[in-house]
Structure formats: structure tokens, C-alpha cells
């Protein structure tokens, strides 16, 4: 590996890390891509799910909403609890993981597609369920306003104005972006703990369970526990990932953003950077969410000030959204199925069916 | 003392019989040989023998305990705790999770001065739940007993799990190599390791705990392994890449990495060509003894006849003769099955 494929991803934290501190930060100093953070969160989950233990989920959506509504509940002031956001956040992971460790014990025997069909319904159930119990969720209205107050010991606004630097740069740091540094922080630290669990006799065994699980039931392995791990592991994430984007939008918002679409979005992300390579998922999900929620506007602007196109939709590049975003997964899976940085496992196992006609010539005996 | 013994073991599938009735003891540190013609039967009482099927009648007794999980308290409890929580949960649906909502928590916090307690809401919640009680019991009967059921069921099945079966010292291998082909060698040999490496996993991610200490010991009684089949120095080569006998021998060191008291080959010397048989023939004596009793299919006949200690031979799912290979070598019945009688039909 070169120096270049080993120190990115420290990199890029780093770079991320002094981002809201450079000039060219504008006046909101990176908050744009704290909701970045929490996707790329959410990704990594999803990631732990299909990527390690070979389970296609496609309901990760869920424990991500199960996360914000279990904050929205813990949080809101017409509720009496009012938790602090530590306890609310700790809630919500475990929460998400107890629901994913009972939606999918009953589910263990299915496989494959069967499997992924169970957690689709899994995932339109649960947003139906928070949409309609109107006294817990206040179904559409998403519960309002989440006011957990910041970690104990931070203060939420520092005056710098009396630094001086430059022209308004102490000043306009008044309200520095608290959440930027906090999410960034948890998104650094699961990229760790995953790397730990990866190279841990946990992350072994669901690869071994991935590509054979007779063979590594024979080693001794509990396929059930090992299943359950990975979905406990991948809710819990996922749920971490769900709180955060409460806090964020201050709000849990509309049920709708806990749909389909974002599991299907999610499935994407992990897939387009590399299935199991969590510096892959995470440049997966910063590229096509960075072009989803930033890079559109910004190009939306740019070209109405330089060409002045008049208002249609057409002459907008948020108008052909979709048909850019699905042209370049057409034309990945075409060129380069196995991601944008493939974990070298999978790239070999995506490649197997080539070997196989040399190997079953030598298998005759 | 015997290390397995297979009594009266039966497998139908449909209206096939594979195995009928057959019976075998291996005794500690034998190197005990099953062959026969192809379709015997020889691999499903191997399967049988390691869960992967249930037998259809007969027992199967490792270390002279039967192989099948009896049924403990500690089950009854987890079936009875599990249906607990599913009725919990239905007793929720059943009584409408909003109501009880609105009547425990809403109504109990309706400005933002109001007292709110624990206790007032458990309150309020068994009150609203005693107004519907028909509906509540109804749900709570039902989801108890789906919980109960469905619990003792799937232990049910799991009872001749193949997880289980080499936990308790019973490894094999393959007809078909079976490697994780996409793993190194050496983390083929650590998948096996895996139930020895003491880590909890969650520590591990947390780092902390003696994570690294165990992760290298378990990488040094790899490496220990591999030199003892003879793959040293090729530890970071991908399996599927390997020729073919060393597939074969890391598949063995595979298992042995499971530290078993039974080692089941199937076809071990299969695709091997003379010097390498040869070789593996040492193997296997090394394996013996190294204190595991080995137990093997194969059809090479020399392999068989130079290292067996007994062996037994099966034809259309039966046993026609067991013996040392001397007896067996002179068998007529046995060289009747290999190649056919003199009667002309």
C-alpha cells in the first residue's frame, strides 16, 4: 500500500478537523457538512450488516429513525423526561440495537434475497409505526424542538472577538459550529472501533461466516450469535447515527426521511465505495451525499450567476439529479463493480466465478 | 474407552435409505478408515456423525455422552424469558400503545410545572391496562406462548448443531476442499482458533483488555500449526490460490486449530498425486499422535491399508465387514463389493 492509500483517511480527518477554522470557511463554518458526518454514520452501520457479515439489509433506515425518535422522546420538553444528550444518545443506540436483535432473531434461518425482503418490510413497518402513533411520534410533525443541550463541559458559544484576527474572524466564531467537532469526533471514533472489530476474532468470523457458513459452523461458530452480532452492532451504529441527525436538524423532522429511499440511498453509498472498506464507505457516502445535498445547490447558483438561464427546471443540475446519480451507478457497476476502493477480500470473492472453471478441471479426481 | 460410537445409525432422505443400520466404535488413538464403493454411505455418516444431518434413528454417543444436547434449566429459562418479552409486546398492541401512552405519560405531564414520577405513570399504565384487561391477557396468553414455542422450537433444532458438535472436540474436513478462499492461510488457521482467543470482542473494539497479547499468541499456535502440516511460509498467500495438496493440508490444519479429540478426514488424499500421498500419510500418523484419534474416507488402498489401525466397509449404506487390514484385504464380501462376483446373470 503507498503512503498516499495508508494516510488518507487520517488526512482527511485532519483536514476536516481545521476546515471551520480556515477563512474560506464561510459565516457557517462547515455546518453544511455535519449532516454528511451522520450519513457517512449511517453508512458505516449499514456497512457492518453487508459488508462484513454478508446480510443484505435493506431496512437500516429504521434504526435510524428508531435512534431520532428515541432522542426526539428522551429530549422534547412536552415529554417530562428531558435527558441530556449523552444519556439520550446512549439510549438511542440501545434501543436500535435491541429492536434490530429482535426483529432479526425470529429471521435467522432466511437467506439471501428472503432475508433482504424481511428487513424491507422491517423497515416500512417501522416508519408506518412512527408516523401513525400520533401521541408518541406526533405522527408528520416530527417531535419539535430537541433542545439537549451540549456535552458536559462544552460550552455551546465561545467569544473569540477579542483575539483580533483578521477583519470579523473572532467575532463570527461566536456561534462556532459545536456539532461539526462533535460528529466528526464519533464518526473518527467508530472508524477506529471498527478497525478493531475488523481485525478482532469477531470481524474474522463473519467473514469466514460470509463465504462459507457450513464450513465455519464446522470451525465452531455460532452462525446465529455471529448474524445477531452483526445486526445488534450495525443497529446500535445506526441508531448512534439517528440521534445525531435529531440534534442536528433540532427537530426529528418528517417520518418520510426515514424511508425506503434512504436505505436504497445507504445501500449505494456502501456499495459504489467499496462493499466492507470503511475508508471506501466513507468516500462512497462524503461524494454521492456531498453531490446530493451540496454540490447540486452550489452548482444550481454558479450557473444561474454566469449564464442566467432563466428558472427551468431543466437548466437546473438539481433537475437532473437522478439522472447523473443513476447514469454513474450504471456505469460503476459496469467498469468497476467491486467499488471505488475495494476491500481486497471482496474485490477476490467478486472475481471467484473466474477461477472457478481452472479449479474444477483439477477437482476431478 | 470408546471415542465415538455410532449405534443402529439410519438416514433415510425420501424413500432412499443411505445408511441403514449401521455401527461403529472408534477407540482412543486409532486411526480408524471407512471406504467402500462410491454411494455407500460413507460421507453421511460423517455428516451425521458432525450434526449436519439429524439422524433418522440411531444415536450417535462422543466420549460415551449421546452428541444430542439434552434439554437444561437454563434453556427453560431463556424460552420463558423470551416469552415474556413477546408478550409484553403483544400485551402493548393489544391494548393500543397509544392509549397507554397518552394515559401514562400525556396525562400525567400536561403543563410543564406538573409533577411527573415514575411511579404515577406506572400507575396510570396498570390502571389503563386494567380497564382493558380482556384484551391485555388475550395478548400477553398469546405472545407468551408464540415466545415459548417458538424458542423451544428452534432449540429443538439446533440441538444437533454443527457449532455445538466441534465445540465439543469433533473436527473434519471436506470432500470438496472447503476453505474460507478469499482469507489468507493464516486466517483460515485463526478462524479456527477462534474459540480459544479469550477477547471479548466488544473490549477489542474498545481496545482495551489484552487484546493484542491474545491476537499474537493465537497468530504464534497458527504458525505452529502450519509448519506442523507443512505450509510454513506461506502464511499471507490467499487459500484458493494454493495448488491443490496444500489446500488439503491447510483444511486439516483448519480443524486441527479447533484443538479436537476426533478428527474426520473425508478423501483426504483425493486429487493428491503418489509422493504427495505418501506424505500425507505421515501427516495423518503425526496427527494421531499428537493424542487425536483420526477417522478417514478414503479410496486410495494404500493410504488405507499402510495406516489404518481398523477399518470398517460400508456398501449401499450398509456394513459388510469391520477388521484390521489384513482381514479385511481377504474379505470375499469385501472383494465382492469392490469388484463384483463371479455368478454370471
Redesign the interface.
Known sequence: MTAVGRYWVPGLFAALFAYPFLPVAEANRGEQFTILFVYALLALALNVVIGYAGLLHLGIAAFFGIGAYTVGILTV????FQQSFLVAALAAVLVSALVGI?ATA?TLRLRGDYFALVTLGFGLITLYAIRN????TEGTKGLNPIAAGPLPGVKENVDLSALKVGDDWGARWYKYPYLYFVILSALGGVM???R??E???????W??LR??E???????????RLKL?AVAVGAGLAGLAGAFYALALRTTGNPQAYDFTLSMIMVCCVILGGLGNRPGVLLGTLLLMGFDRIATNLLDNWLQEEFDLGGGAYTKVSGWKLIIFGTVLIVMMRFRPEGLLPEA??A??LR?SD?QAV?SG???? | MAVLSVRKLTMRFGGITAVNGVDLTVEKGQIFSVIGPNGAGKTTVFNAV?G?YEPTEGAVHFEDQPLVKPLKGKTVAFALAVGL?VGALLLLLAVN???L??AA??D??KK?D?D?TIGKALGSAASYIGAHSGRALAGFGLGFFFGVA?TLASWRR?RH???VI??NGI??T?Q????????TVI?NV??????S?A?N?LL????VGA?KGN?RD?ERRAAELLAFVGLAGKHNL?A?NLP?GDQRRLEIA??L??NPTLLLLD?PA??MNPSETVELMGLIRRIRDRGVTVMLIE?HMNLVMGISDRIAVLNFGQKIAEGTPGEIASNPKVIEAYLGSEEVS
Open positions: 420538553p412536552f415529554f417530562p429482535a425470529p402513533l400520533d401521541a408518541i477506529l472501533l471498527l478493531n472489530l481485525r478482532s476474532r469477531l470481524g474474522r468470523a467473514v469466514a463465504e462459507d457450513l464450513a465455519a459452523t464446522c470451525m465452531g461458530l455460532n452462525p446465529a452480532a477480500r471482496h477476490r470473492e471467484e477461477d479449479d483439477q477437482k476431478e479426481k | 458432525t449436519i418479552i400503545v397509544e392509549g401512552w397518552q405519560v400525556r400525567n405531564y410543564r406538573d411527573f417458538g439446533a448443531a454443527p457449532d466441534a465445540q473436527a473434519r471436506f470438496n476442499i472447503r476453505l474460507f478462499q478469499a482469507m486466517e485463526l478462524v479456527g482458533l477462534s474459540r482467543i477477547t470482542p477489542a473494539a474498545l481496545g487484546h491476537e493465537a490467499i484458493k491443490y483448519r480443524a486449530a479447533t478423501e483425493a486429487g479410496h
